[in-house]
């Protein structure tokens, strides 16, 4: 079989079927990750180096809020808690202004009534 670079054509793989101690254990892992890695990753981008984190989309007319500590993230989102089984999470970005330009906020208008 001859080696294929990423831009040729050729086969994936995917699952069809996990069996349900796979979905168990992924979602553990995937707990795990919020409550215990995610955090500390964060704290040490804020602190050490000249990352800042930023909401990718604002609340409804509200200006994107800015989370300078772990701290100030958990207190708007509650990291890894989820009294109501609703499933949400919170959609941020890092930006990092040695290595990337100034990030560009767009306003979207929303139609209230749709």
């Known amino acids: 079989m001859a080696n294929r670079d990423s831009t040729s054509m ?15 254990l992924g979602a553990a892992l995937v707990i795990a990750w919020c409550v215990l890695v995610l955090p500390a990753l964060l704290a040490f ?15 409804f007319d509200q200006p994107i809020r800015e989370f300078e500590s772990v701290e100030a993230l958990d207190q708007a989102f ?28 767009e306003r979207m208008e929303l139609d209230q009534d749709a």
């Open 10 to 24: 050729g086969s994936r793989l995917r699952f069809r079927f996990l069996p349900p101690g796979l979905i168990v």
């Open 45 to 59: 981008l804020l602190t050490s180096t000249d990352a800042r984190l930023f909401e990718a989309y604002s609340r």
């Open 78 to 105: 509650r990291l890894g808690i989820d009294e109501d089984g609703n499933g949400t999470t919170p959609f941020l970005q890092l930006w990092w202004p040695a290595v990337c330009p100034p990030p560009r906020v």
